[in-house]
T-cell receptor, first 116, second 114 residues
Framework: AQSVTQLGSHVSVSEGALVLLRCNYS??????LFWYVQYPNQGLQLLLK??????LVKGINGFEAEFKKSETSFHLTKPSAHMSDAAEYFC??????????????FGTGTRLTVIP | GAGVSQSPSNKVTEKGKDVELRCDPI?????LYWYRQSLGQGLEFLIY????????KSGLPSDRFSAERTGGSVSTLTIQRTQQEDSAVYLC????????????FGAGSRLTVL
C-alpha cells in the first residue's frame, strides 16, 4: 500500500533562511513523487515532480527536492525563504504504471510561515 | 477551458439542505477527481471518473454523497441532507492521458453548513 508522511504540520522560518519540508513515502518500488503548493484561497499547484530521471528535481519559485531511495524520502528545500513562500505544501505519491482510480496519495500537508 | 473551473466558490447552506457543486475540467482531460479538504486535514479522496464512468467511489463518505459526469466533461458533486461535518473545501482536479499522474486542480468550492 502507498502512503506518504509529512513530518511537521507547521514550519516557521525567517526570511532568507533555508526551507526544509520533510516527506517520506512507503512503497515496494520507487513511485512517482510530487510536491504541490496551495496558496491561501487557491487550489493546489504543482511545484515539482520526480518520475525517474535525475534524483534532484528543480521546480518553480526556486524550490527543489531530492529523491533518496535508501531513505525513502523526497524532502523539499529552498536555500532562501521569501515572504511569498508562505503557503501549505503537500507531498504526494503515485505508483508507477498505475492506472485508474485513487492512484495519487497525499500527505496531510505542512504549513510554512515566513517570519520577516 | 484553460484551467479547472469550480462553482460556486463559496456556498453557505442550512443543515438538511441539498447542495450541488460543479466542476468544469480542462478541455480534453479524460480523468476527473474530487477531493475534500477539511480544516487542518489533508486531502481526502472522494471519487474518480475516467470518462463518464466512476470506477472508484470508495472515498464517498456516505450515501448522501453522489457524483456524476456527463459528456466526458462537466462533473457535479451532490450532497443531500447536508450535515455540519460536511463543511469543507471541495477540490476538483483533472488529468490528461499523459503526464505521470499530474493533476491540475481547481480553486475549490468552500461549503459551510450552518
Amino acid at each position: 500500500a502507498q502512503s506518504v508522511t509529512q513530518l511537521g504540520s507547521h514550519v516557521s522560518v525567517s526570511e532568507g533562511a533555508l526551507v526544509l519540508l520533510r516527506c517520506n513515502y512507503s512503497s515496494s518500488v520507487p513511485p512517482y513523487l510530487f510536491w504541490y503548493v496551495q496558496y491561501p484561497n487557491q487550489g493546489l499547484q504543482l511545484l515539482l515532480k520526480y518520475t525517474s530521471a535525475a534524483t534532484l528535481v528543480k521546480g518553480i519559485n526556486g524550490f527543489e527536492a531530492e529523491f533518496k531511495k535508501s531513505e525513502t524520502s523526497f524532502h523539499l528545500t529552498k536555500p532562501s525563504a521569501h515572504m511569498s513562500d508562505a503557503a501549505e505544501y503537500f507531498c504526494a505519491v503515485s505508483p508507477r504504471g498505475a492506472t485508474g482510480a485513487n492512484n495519487l496519495f497525499f500527505g496531510t500537508g505542512t504549513r510554512l510561515t515566513v517570519i520577516p | 477551458g484553460a484551467g479547472v473551473s469550480q462553482s460556486p466558490s463559496n456556498k453557505v447552506t442550512e443543515k438538511g439542505k441539498d447542495v450541488e457543486l460543479r466542476c468544469d475540467p480542462i478541455s480534453g482531460h479524460t480523468a476527473l477527481y474530487w477531493y475534500r479538504q477539511s480544516l487542518g486535514q489533508g486531502l481526502e479522496f472522494l471519487i474518480y471518473f475516467q470518462g463518464n464512468s466512476a470506477p472508484d467511489k470508495s472515498g464517498l463518505p456516505s450515501d448522501r454523497f453522489s457524483a456524476e459526469r456527463t459528456g466526458g466533461s462537466v462533473s457535479t458533486l451532490t450532497i443531500q441532507r447536508t450535515q455540519q461535518e460536511d463543511s469543507a473545501v471541495y477540490l476538483c482536479a483533472s488529468r490528461g492521458a499523459w503526464g505521470a499522474n499530474v493533476l491540475t486542480f481547481g480553486a475549490g468550492s468552500r461549503l459551510t453548513v450552518l
